[in-house]
T-cell receptor
Framework: AQSVTQLDSQVPVFEEAPVELRCNYSSSVSVYLFWYVQYPNQGLQLLLKYLSGSTLVKGINGFEAEFNKSQTSFHLRKPSVHISDTAEYFCAVSGANTGGFKTIFGAGTRLFVKA | DAGVIQSPRHEVTEMGQEVTLRCKPISGHDYLFWYRQTMMRGLELLIYFNNNVPIDDSGMPEDRFSAKMPNASFSTLKIQPSEPRDSAVYFC??????????????FGPGTRLTVL
């Protein structure tokens, strides 16, 4: 069965510093990869997605992620974070191996941006 | 489009009472998902529908939980009787099948349920 592992439950970082949130997935078949963001007291919203093609994917708010098939990773990065980026970030995967038409979500990484 | 709409946004009830959560998916979407989010267990898929038909309800915690989708624009999640451990944020999400199991989901704002 498909699974998604987010390697850090919490990531504290100072404003304007770079950040990387790590995500690994398990799959032997083609998958679609997503990062969702959840701001306090809100629902999840799509940050970026990988479908095919270029392995570097750009999303909203200056975030980008790199698909690495050999390492089955899809890490999220931002070169300079803002206080407003404080939120919970979920890595997710959908595809033929997720057990029906499901999206498998990771446990989430809580990003704290400090002034 | 207004996005996925959920009501109520907040619900406070007493143990033993019936609770009904409502969801209106995005028009044209043929999949609807119900999730529960808690600090302890994270985001859990409870049930999902395709074209108003329940496909997988393996995540429904017990018989006290039931979900229906009488038409393409409306779904309910009911808890009867409610218990304090049901306190959580319940999300509804919708998507449509673009082929090859590509499933980008659109989430509602959630209903925060507190059972006293």
């Amino acid at each position: 069965a498909q699974s998604v592992t987010q390697l850090d439950s919490q990531v504290p970082v100072f404003e304007e510093a770079p950040v990387e949130l790590r995500c690994n997935y398990s799959s032997s078949v083609s998958v679609y990869l997503f990062w969702y963001v959840q701001y306090p007291n809100q629902g999840l919203q799509l940050l970026l997605k990988y479908l095919s093609g270029s392995t570097l994917v750009k999303g909203i708010n200056g975030f980008e992620a790199e698909f690495n098939k050999s390492q089955t990773s899809f890490h999220l990065r931002k070169p300079s974070v803002h206080i407003s980026d404080t939120a919970e970030y979920f890595c997710a995967v959908s595809g033929a191996n997720t057990g029906g038409f499901k999206t498998i979500f990771g446990a989430g990484t809580r990003l704290f941006v400090k002034a | 489009d207004a996005g996925v709409i959920q009501s109520p946004r907040h619900e406070v009830t007493e143990m033993g009472q019936e609770v009904t959560l409502r969801c209106k998916p995005i028009s044209g979407h043929d999949y609807l998902f119900w999730y529960r989010q808690t600090m302890m267990r994270g985001l859990e898929l409870l049930i999902y529908f395709n074209n108003n038909v329940p496909i997988d309800d393996s995540g429904m915690p017990e018989d006290r939980f039931s979900a229906k989708m009488p038409n393409a624009s409306f779904s309910t999640l009911k808890i009867q009787p409610s218990e304090p451990r049901d306190s959580a944020v319940y999300f509804c999400a919708s998507s449509f099948d673009r082929g090859s199991s590509y499933n980008e989901q659109f989430f509602g704002p959630g209903t925060r349920l507190t059972v006293l």
